[in-house]
C-alpha cells in the first residue's frame, strides 16, 4: 500500500479538530477551535470557504447535503451544504456536545456531550430523539453499527457501551478505558469505528492497540497492534472495503492495518510530531485526510489502488493491472529520498511473509505489508511492478475465502531505514513581521515605530507610523515594486523585494535622517540572487541572500564588505553596532531544527563575538522571534513561547528568562512579542487570541508580561529570592557591556541594582541561618561584597552562631586581600587613584586625608564632640596595625575620626620606621608615602575601604568635621606633620583623650619598646574604633551625605546600643591586640597612662569569648 503524505496546511488555530469528506468525495470539510467549519477543494485550496458557526467547533460530520456541527454553546446545529447557510438547531445539552455522527442513511445523527448523555435525533424531524443514559462521566465519541441497530459510546468513565437503539438499553459494555474527569484530560479520544457493510466488528482503540469485538458475540476477536508503536491511539477509521483499518495517534504516527492479516501495512509520521484528532477516509478509498491539535490539515495520497482493488469481489485481470499501470509509474519516479518516508512505512510486524499463488508466475512475489518496496528491494526491477499489481488481485476478499499463506521471504531485501527522521527547515523570516501571504499585515513591529503592508484590489501601500513622531512623521508608501520585508531605526526604512524572471531582486532605503536632499537609494541584487533577510543598525544595513552571502551597506548607500553563511539565513536582526544572524547550520531531527548564530561587533573594531553556536530552542518547536533588548543584549523566542536572553557573563550561553505560553488562557492563544526592556523588566508584546498574529485593525494593544527565571520551588520563599537574586544579576550585565563598548551608562540605576542583590543575598542569609543551614549561609557570604559580609557576621554573631561567624570573619579577610590584590594591580602606589579606583564606592584613606586637610580647621573645636567621640579618634589612631599611627594624622583627615594634633614639628624621614614596621597588610598613610611605595601599597587596603562621604571629598568647606583621630605624636617627625594639619586649639584636648583611652587599653604587661619612635607609633585603639571602623560602611550605606562628625555621632549611638557584654567584648579585642605592641612612653604623663592601665587590667580579667574575635575581621577587612 504505497502512499505518499502531502505537506500539512494550515486550517483552524490551535485546538481541537475534526475532518470528514462529502458524499462524493470532492471536498475535504473541517472544523476547529476557531468556530469555523472550512471546505477545502483539494488540500492545495489557498481559499477555501468558511463558515463560522460559533466560538468553538468540536465536532463535524456531513451527509445528503447536511452539515451537523457539535458548538460550544452547547449546541448542535445544522447547515446546509455547501451553501452553509444556516438550518436550524439539531438539539441541546446542559454542556458541551464533543462528537457527533450520521447513520448509514444518514437519517439519525447521534451525539454525545459532556452531561453524560447520548441523544439519537432525527435530522428531518429533531423533536423526535431518543436519549441513552448510563455513563458517569462526559462521553468521548459515538458510532452507529451500519445496520442501525446499534450504537457504540465511549466515555471518560473508563467504559466503551454498546446500545440498542430499538430498546434503548445496554447491550454491552467492556471496561477497558483509563478514567479522567473531562474530555481535555483524557488520555485518548476513544473514537469509535463500526466495520463498514457487514457491521461485524467494532474497533475499540485501547493504549497503543485497536481491539476489535464481534457483533455477534459481543467477545474481542482480535488486536491490532505495532511493535514499532508505543503511542496511544487516539483515533481509529475503516476503509470503505472494510478490509483495512487507520489509525492516528496522540504522537503523530499514523498507521494502517490490514484487518485479516493482522499486518501493519502502512505506518506513517505526522510531520512535526502533534496530535492526530481527526481522520476521515475517502469514499473511493483513495485518500486518508487527517487533522491535528494545532489546527492543521494533513492528507495521505496514494492509498487508492490497495483498497479500491482488494475490496473487489472478483479476481482482478491484466487489463485491470494495465490500467493502473500509470499509478505506480509516478511513485516508482520519486526521488530517492522517498526510502526515508518508506523506512516509516514498512511494516516490522513479526510475520514479514510474501504471497505466493500456485502459478508460475514471478510477478507474484510481493512482501507481507501489501505495498510495493521501492525499487532497490527487488532482485528483478522489470518484474516489480507487475508483482504488485498481481498480487493487488489476491488479497483475501469480503468473504474470507482466500488465505495468507506461508511463504518465502525475499532472496535479498534491502535494509530499511529506522532511525530519527529530518525536519523541514523553516523559512526565513524577518523577525516583528506577520506572514507574507496576508492582505494586510505588519511588515515590521519594533521599538522605533509600525511598518504595514496592504496589499488588495483598493491598494498594494506601505504606512510607516513612529512611535516618538519626534523622529520623523508617518509616511505612506506605494509599493509599486511589491515590497515584502522592511525594517524601520531611528535613521532610516529599509524595504526588499524578492525577484522575478523579469526583474532582480530591489534594496529600497528611505534616508530620512539624511541631511541632503537626496534621501532615498536603491540597489539591485544580481541576477539569480534573492533578499531573504534584512535588518538596520546604526549607520550601516545589512542584507542576506539566497546565494548564502550577506552584504552591508553604509547608511547612504555605500557597499561595504561581504561574507557568507555557513547556511540559509534564517532571521537577522541589528541593533547599535551589533549584527545577530541565525542560519541552519545542518538538519534537525524529530521536529527539533538545527540552527546557528553569529554575533558580529561593526564598530570602529570589527570582531565576531559568537562564531556560529547552536541556537538553543525548545523540543519540536521553530524559532519565532530574534532580536536585542533596548538596552542591547540579544534575546530569541520560540514557537512554545519560551523567551531566552544571551549571558555574556556566562560564555555567551542563552538562559530561559520567560515562558509566555504561562500567561495564555487556552491553548490556542499566543502573545506577539514586539520589544524586550532589561530596565525596567519588561516583556512587552501583544496578545492573540486562537492565533499566533494579531490583526492589523483595529489597532492591536500592547501588554507587558513579566520575567520569570524557571527555577525549581518559586513558590516557596528561598526559591523566590533565589530567582530574584540572578534575575537581577542577568538583567544588570547590559551594564558592564555598555561600559566596556564606550557607552555612558544609568550609575544610579547599577547601584540600585547592585543594592538589590546584596540584600537579597542577605535575605537568604537569615533565612539559612534560621533554617540552620550554616554552611548555605557560608556559600551565600562568598557571593555578597566585603561591605555585606560584615553585616551578615554582625547576624551570625548576635544570633550565637559563633562558628558561623568565625567562617564568615576568614572569608572578609579573604574578600580584603584580594580587594588589595585587584587594587595593586590596577594602579601604581598613588593613595589618591587607588582609591577612586576601588570597587565599593570608598575612598582611599590617603585621598579622604588629602580631601579632609582643606577642612579640619576648626573642625575639632566643640568640646564636647571631642570628648564623646574619644574612643573614635583613638581606634583610627592603631587602625593599621600600629605602622598607621605616624602616617594616619594627615591622611586620615576625610577617613574616619579626628586626628589628635601634635604642635611639634618633624621631618619626613622620621616616618620611614613606622612604616616599615607595618604588619598584616595594614594600610599606612603618610604624605611621605611615596618615596616608600611597597609600604605604601602595603596600607592600601584600609585606605580603599574609606566611603566617598568622608573628608569632605564633596563638601569640602561645608560642615565642620571632625579629624580623624592618630596617636599623640612624641617625636620630631611626627609632631611636625600633626602640626601641619591640625588646630592647636583642638590639639591639646584631642592629645590628652587620646593618651588617656590608649593607656586604658594597655595589658599589664607590656611588651618592651622597639625603639622610641615606634612606641609612639604603635598606639593601641580603643572597642569603639574597632567598632566603628567595622560600621563605618554601614553608617554611610544608611546615610551618604553624613559629613565625618556626623558618622561619628551615630556611630556612638549606634554603639550604646550595645549590650555591655558586646562593648566590653570589643574592648578586650582591642587590647588583644594592642599587647605585643605596646611602649611605654617617652614623654610624660605617666600618671594618666597607669590609670588607664589600672583599669585596662581590671577589664582584661573578664576572659574573651569568641564574639570578640569578630572584632579582629573588622581591622583586617579594612
Same mark, same amino acid.
Not at 290 to 308: A, I, M, P
Given at each position: 500500500m504505497p502512499c505518499e503524505r502531502k505537506p500539512m496546511r494550515y486550517g483552524h488555530s490551535e485546538g481541537l479538530t475534526d475532518v470528514c469528506f462529502d458524499d462524493e468525495g470532492k471536498c475535504i470539510v473541517t472544523c476547529g477551535s476557531d468556530g469555523d467549519v472550512r471546505i477545502w477543494e483539494s488540500l492545495d485550496d489557498d481559499d477555501p470557504k468558511s463558515i463560522n458557526v460559533g466560538e468553538k467547533a468540536f465536532s463535524v460530520a456531513l451527509k445528503n447535503g447536511k452539515l451537523i456541527t457539535a458548538v460550544s454553546n452547547n449546541t448542535v446545529q445544522i447547515h446546509t451544504f455547501p451553501e452553509g447557510d444556516p438550518d436550524g438547531i439539531l438539539t441541546r445539552f446542559t454542556t458541551n456536545a464533543n462528537h457527533v455522527t450520521f447513520n448509514t442513511s444518514g437519517s439519525r445523527v447521534a451525539v454525545g456531550s459532556s452531561d453524560f448523555l447520548v441523544k439519537i435525533v432525527e435530522v428531518t424531524d429533531s423533536s423526535q430523539q431518543k436519549t441513552l443514559r448510563g455513563h458517569d462521566a462526559p462521553v468521548l465519541?459515538?458510532?452507529?453499527?451500519?445496520?442501525?441497530?446499534?450504537?457504540?459510546?465511549?466515555?471518560?468513565?473508563?467504559?466503551?457501551?454498546?446500545?440498542?437503539?430499538?430498546?434503548?438499553?445496554?447491550?454491552?459494555?467492556?471496561?477497558?478505558?483509563?478514567?479522567?474527569?473531562?474530555?481535555?484530560?483524557?488520555?485518548?479520544?476513544?473514537?469509535?469505528?463500526?466495520?463498514?457493510?457487514?457491521?461485524?466488528?467494532?474497533?475499540?482503540?485501547?493504549?497503543?492497540?485497536?481491539?476489535?469485538?464481534?457483533?455477534?458475540?459481543?467477545?474481542?476477536?482480535?488486536?491490532?497492534?505495532?511493535?514499532?508503536?508505543?503511542?496511544?491511539?487516539?483515533?481509529?477509521?475503516?476503509?470503505?472495503?472494510?478490509?483495512?483499518?487507520?489509525?492516528?495517534?496522540?504522537?503523530?504516527?499514523?498507521?494502517?492495518?490490514?484487518?485479516?492479516?493482522?499486518?501493519?501495512?502502512?505506518?506513517?509520521?505526522?510531520?512535526?510530531?502533534?496530535?492526530?484528532?481527526?481522520?476521515?477516509?475517502?469514499?473511493?478509498?483513495?485518500?486518508?485526510?487527517?487533522?491535528?491539535?494545532?489546527?492543521?490539515?494533513?492528507?495521505?495520497?496514494?492509498?487508492?489502488?490497495?483498497?479500491?482493488? /482488494?475490496? =473487489?469481489?472478483? @479476481?482482478?485481470? $491484466? +487489463?485491470?493491472?494495465?490500467? %493502473?499501470?500509470? #499509478?505506480? &509509474?509516478?511513485?516508482?519516479?520519486?526521488?530517492?529520498?522517498?526510502?526515508?518516508?518508506?523506512?516509516? /512505512?514498512? =511494516?516490522?510486524? @513479526?510475520?514479514? $511473509? +510474501?504471497?505466493?499463488?500456485? %502459478?508460475?508466475? #514471478?510477478? &507474484?512475489?510481493?512482501?507481507?505489508?501489501?505495498?510495493?518496496?521501492?525499487?532497490?528491494?527487488?532482485?528483478?526491477?522489470?518484474?516489480?511492478?507487475?508483482?504488485?499489481?498481481?498480487?493487488?488481485?489476491?488479497?483475501? #476478499?469480503? &468473504?474470507?475465502?482466500?488465505?495468507?499463506?506461508?511463504?518465502?521471504?525475499?532472496?535479498?531485501?534491502?535494509?530499511?531505514?529506522?532511525?530519527?527522521?529530518?525536519?523541514?527547515?523553516?523559512?526565513?523570516?524577518?523577525?516583528?513581521?506577520?506572514?507574507?501571504?496576508?492582505?494586510?499585515?505588519?511588515?515590521?513591529?519594533?521599538?522605533?515605530?509600525?511598518?504595514?503592508?496592504?496589499?488588495?484590489?483598493?491598494?498594494?501601500?506601505?504606512?510607516?507610523?513612529?512611535?516618538?513622531?519626534?523622529?520623523?512623521?508617518?509616511?505612506?508608501?506605494?509599493?509599486?515594486?511589491?515590497?515584502?520585508?522592511?525594517?524601520?531605526?531611528?535613521?532610516?526604512?529599509?524595504?526588499?523585494?524578492?525577484?522575478?524572471?523579469?526583474?532582480?531582486?530591489?534594496?529600497?532605503?528611505?534616508?530620512?535622517?539624511?541631511?541632503?536632499?537626496?534621501?532615498?537609494?536603491?540597489?539591485?541584487?544580481?541576477?539569480?540572487?534573492?533578499?531573504?533577510?534584512?535588518?538596520?543598525?546604526?549607520?550601516?544595513?545589512?542584507?542576506?541572500?539566497?546565494?548564502?552571502?550577506?552584504?552591508?551597506?553604509?547608511?547612504?548607500?555605500?557597499?561595504?564588505?561581504?561574507?557568507?553563511?555557513?547556511?540559509?539565513?534564517?532571521?537577522?536582526?541589528?541593533?547599535?553596532?551589533?549584527?545577530?544572524?541565525?542560519?541552519?547550520?545542518?538538519?534537525?531531527?524529530?521536529?527539533?531544527?538545527?540552527?546557528?548564530?553569529?554575533?558580529?561587533?561593526?564598530?570602529?573594531?570589527?570582531?565576531?563575538?559568537?562564531?556560529?553556536?547552536?541556537?538553543?530552542?525548545?523540543?519540536?518547536?521553530?524559532?519565532?522571534?530574534?532580536?536585542?533588548?533596548?538596552?542591547?543584549?540579544?534575546?530569541?523566542?520560540?514557537?512554545?513561547?519560551?523567551?531566552?536572553?544571551?549571558?555574556?557573563?556566562?560564555?555567551?550561553?542563552?538562559?530561559?528568562?520567560?515562558?509566555?505560553?504561562?500567561?495564555?488562557?487556552?491553548?490556542?492563544?499566543?502573545?506577539?512579542?514586539?520589544?524586550?526592556?532589561?530596565?525596567?523588566?519588561?516583556?512587552?508584546?501583544?496578545?492573540?487570541?486562537?492565533?499566533?498574529?494579531?490583526?492589523?485593525?483595529?489597532?492591536?494593544?500592547?501588554?507587558?508580561?513579566?520575567?520569570?527565571?524557571?527555577?525549581?520551588?518559586?513558590?516557596?520563599?528561598?526559591g523566590q529570592m533565589e530567582e530574584q537574586y540572578w534575575r537581577s544579576l542577568l538583567f544588570r550585565n547590559h551594564y558592564d557591556f555598555l561600559s566596556s563598548s564606550g557607552y555612558e551608562i544609568d550609575s544610579e540605576g547599577q547601584s540600585q541594582a547592585e543594592k538589590e542583590q546584596q540584600e537579597l543575598l542577605m535575605k537568604m542569609f537569615a533565612l539559612s541561618c534560621k533554617l540552620e543551614r550554616e554552611f548555605r549561609c557560608v556559600e551565600l557570604a562568598e557571593m555578597m561584597t566585603h561591605n555585606v559580609v560584615t553585616l551578615a557576621i554582625r547576624y551570625a554573631s548576635r544570633s550565637r552562631r559563633m562558628a558561623l561567624a568565625q567562617k564568615l570573619n576568614e572569608l572578609a579577610l579573604e574578600k580584603a586581600n584580594q580587594l588589595l590584590e585587584e587594587d595593586q594591580e590596577e594602579e601604581e602606589p598613588a593613595y589618591q587613584s587607588v582609591g577612586r579606583n576601588s570597587g565599593f564606592n570608598h575612598v582611599s584613606r590617603e585621598s579622604s586625608h588629602m580631601n579632609g586637610r582643606q577642612v579640619d580647621n576648626g573642625c575639632v573645636e566643640e568640646d564636647d564632640v571631642e570628648e564623646e567621640y574619644t574612643h573614635e579618634e583613638e581606634m583610627d589612631a592603631e587602625e593599621p596595625s600600629e605602622t598607621r599611627k605616624s602616617c594616619l594624622n594627615p591622611f586620615k583627615k576625610g577617613g574616619k575620626s579626628p586626628e589628635r594634633p601634635s604642635p611639634k614639628p618633624v621631618n619626613k624621614e622620621g616616618r620611614v620606621n613606622p612604616f616599615k614596621v607595618s604588619s598584616a597588610g595594614k594600610p599606612s598613610s603618610s604624605p611621605a608615602g611615596q618615596s616608600r611605595g611597597t609600604n605604601v601599597l602595603d596600607g592600601m587596603t584600609m585606605s580603599n575601604r574609606k566611603p566617598v562621604a568622608l573628608g569632605g571629598t564633596s563638601k569640602q568647606g561645608k560642615a565642620p568635621v571632625l579629624k580623624p583621630l592618630a596617636p599623640k605624636a612624641k617625636s620630631k617627625t611626627q609632631a611636625t606633620l600633626l602640626q601641619m594639619t591640625t588646630p592647636k586649639g583642638s590639639s591639646k584636648k584631642l592629645e590628652s583623650q587620646s593618651e588617656t583611652e590608649t593607656v586604658k587599653l594597655q595589658a599589664p604587661t607590656a611588651t618592651p619598646p622597639v625603639s622610641g619612635e615606634n612606641t609612639e607609633n604603635r598606639k593601641p585603639k580603643t572597642g569603639f574604633q574597632l567598632w566603628l571602623d567595622e560600621n563605618r560602611k554601614n553608617i554611610l550605606a544608611d546615610n551618604p551625605d553624613f559629613e565625618e562628625m556626623d558618622i561619628i555621632k551615630e556611630g556612638m549611638g549606634r554603639f550604646r546600643t550595645l549590650t555591655a557584654e558586646e562593648r566590653l567584648d570589643w574592648s578586650e579585642k582591642a587590647k588583644s591586640e594592642s599587647d605585643p605592641k605596646k611602649r611605654k612612653r617617652e614623654d610624660g604623663g605617666e600618671e594618666d597612662e597607669q590609670t588607664e592601665r589600672d583599669e585596662g587590667g581590671a577589664k582584661k580579667k573578664k576572659p574573651l569569648d569568641s564574639s570578640a574575635k569578630l572584632s579582629a575581621f573588622a581591622f583586617n577587612k579594612e
Open positions: 465519541s459515538v458510532a452507529f453499527d451500519p445496520s442501525d441497530e446499534f450504537i457504540a459510546s465511549s466515555s471518560c468513565d473508563g467504559s466503551v457501551t454498546v446500545w440498542s437503539v430499538e430498546s434503548q438499553a445496554q447491550v454491552a459494555q467492556w471496561k477497558v478505558l483509563q478514567k479522567s474527569s473531562d474530555v481535555s484530560n483524557a488520555k485518548s479520544l476513544c473514537r469509535l469505528a463500526w466495520q463498514p457493510r457487514s457491521g461485524r466488528l467494532l474497533a475499540v482503540p485501547v493504549d497503543a492497540t485497536v481491539q476489535l469485538y464481534d457483533k455477534n458475540t459481543w467477545a474481542q476477536v482480535s488486536t491490532l497492534s505495532d511493535d514499532l508503536n508505543t503511542q496511544v491511539v487516539n483515533v481509529v477509521v475503516w476503509s470503505p472495503c472494510g478490509k483495512f483499518l487507520a489509525a492516528g495517534t496522540i504522537g503523530g504516527n499514523l498507521l494502517i492495518w490490514d484487518v485479516e492479516a493482522k499486518l501493519c501495512v502502512e505506518r506513517q509520521k505526522h510531520e512535526k510530531g502533534f496530535t492526530v484528532c481527526g481522520m476521515a477516509w475517502h469514499p473511493s478509498g483513495g485518500r486518508i485526510a487527517y487533522t491535528d491539535t494545532e489546527g492543521c490539515l494533513g492528507l495521505l495520497d496514494g492509498v487508492s489502488s490497495s483498497s479500491s482493488t /482488494s475490496s =473487489s469481489t472478483t @479476481p482482478s485481470t $491484466k +487489463a485491470t493491472a494495465a490500467k %493502473e499501470t500509470n #499509478d505506480f &509509474d509516478g511513485l516508482f519516479d520519486e526521488d530517492d529520498d522517498q526510502m526515508l518516508d518508506d523506512g516509516m /512505512s514498512e =511494516s516490522r510486524s @513479526p510475520v514479514k $511473509k +510474501a504471497l505466493v499463488e500456485e %502459478e508460475d508466475d #514471478d510477478d &507474484d512475489l510481493m512482501p507481507a505489508t501489501g505495498r510495493a518496496r521501492n525499487r532497490g528491494t527487488f532482485l528483478d526491477d522489470d518484474n516489480s511492478q507487475d508483482a504488485v499489481l498481481a498480487n493487488l488481485d489476491k488479497l483475501p #476478499d469480503d &468473504d474470507g475465502s482466500s488465505a495468507i499463506l506461508p511463504a518465502v521471504v525475499p532472496a535479498v531485501s534491502r535494509p530499511v531505514y529506522e532511525g530519527p527522521m529530518p525536519t523541514q527547515p523553516q523559512r526565513a523570516f524577518q523577525p516583528g513581521s506577520t506572514p507574507v501571504h496576508l492582505m494586510h499585515r505588519f511588515m515590521m513591529w519594533n521599538s522605533v515605530g509600525i511598518v504595514r503592508g496592504y496589499n488588495d484590489d483598493q491598494d498594494n501601500a506601505i504606512d510607516v507610523e513612529f512611535h516618538d513622531t519626534a523622529i520623523h512623521h508617518a509616511m505612506h508608501l506605494t509599493n509599486t515594486l511589491g515590497h515584502t520585508m522592511a525594517d524601520l531605526s531611528q535613521e532610516a526604512v529599509l524595504l526588499a523585494c524578492e525577484g522575478t524572471d523579469e526583474l532582480a531582486s530591489k534594496i529600497q532605503c528611505l534616508h530620512f535622517s539624511c541631511w541632503d536632499t537626496h534621501k532615498e537609494w536603491m540597489v539591485d541584487l544580481p541576477k539569480g540572487e534573492d533578499v531573504r533577510a534584512l535588518c538596520l543598525g546604526q549607520g550601516w544595513a545589512a542584507v542576506a541572500t539566497s546565494t548564502l552571502m550577506v552584504r552591508l551597506f553604509s547608511i547612504g548607500g555605500v557597499q561595504k564588505e561581504m561574507f557568507s553563511l555557513p547556511g540559509a539565513v534564517v532571521c537577522m536582526a541589528g541593533h547599535g553596532e551589533q549584527l545577530l544572524i541565525v542560519y541552519h547550520r545542518g538538519t534537525g531531527f524529530d521536529g527539533d531544527q538545527s540552527l546557528g548564530v553569529q554575533l558580529l561587533q561593526l564598530g570602529w573594531k570589527r570582531k565576531q563575538a559568537i562564531h556560529g553556536e547552536p541556537l538553543p530552542l525548545s523540543q519540536k518547536s521553530y524559532l519565532a522571534w530574534m532580536g536585542f533588548t533596548a538596552e542591547g543584549t540579544p534575546c530569541c523566542i520560540d514557537s512554545e513561547g519560551v523567551v531566552r536572553m544571551l549571558n555574556r557573563t556566562l560564555g555567551n550561553t542563552w538562559t530561559p528568562v520567560c515562558n509566555t505560553r504561562e500567561s495564555c488562557k487556552s491553548k490556542s492563544d499566543h502573545y506577539w512579542v514586539v520589544g524586550i526592556h532589561e530596565s525596567p523588566q519588561q516583556l512587552r508584546c501583544i496578545p492573540c487570541k486562537g492565533s499566533r498574529y494579531p490583526p492589523t485593525l483595529p489597532r492591536p494593544a500592547v501588554a507587558v508580561l513579566p520575567f520569570k527565571l524557571p527555577y525549581c520551588q518559586t513558590a516557596t520563599e528561598k
